[in-house]
């Protein structure tokens, strides 16, 4: 584990406003991305698996060698 960088913090943040503003717009390959990643994290044995947050897009996609 890492802390996240200023840049992240601030990507997930606007991106967040934009979900509760219901203004966030997902392309077809992010939302398969998510989903993806929403797997990968289900069958994990970490501490959390279970709940439903969803990923920063931005940083999933800069981070995407980690996962897929």
Same mark, same amino acid.
């Given at each position: =584990? +890492?802390?996240?960088?200023? !840049?992240? #913090?601030?990507? @997930?943040?606007? +991106?967040? @406003?934009?979900? =509760?503003?219901?203004?966030?717009?997902?392309? /077809?390959?992010?939302?398969? =991305? =998510?989903?993806?990643?929403?797997?990968? $994290?289900? !069958?994990?044995?970490? /501490?959390?698996?279970? @709940?439903? /947050?969803? #990923?920063? #897009? +931005? $940083?999933?996609?800069?981070?995407?060698?980690?996962?897929?």
């Amino acid at each position: =584990m +890492e802390d996240n960088n200023p !840049q992240d #913090i601030l990507e @997930v943040a606007k +991106e967040m @406003v934009a979900r =509760m503003e219901g203004t966030s717009k997902y392309s /077809t390959e992010e939302k398969k =991305m =998510m989903r993806a990643y929403r797997d990968l $994290w289900a !069958q994990s044995n970490l /501490t959390g698996k279970d @709940v439903p /947050t969803p #990923i920063g #897009i +931005e $940083w999933l996609k800069k981070n995407k060698s980690l996962y897929f």
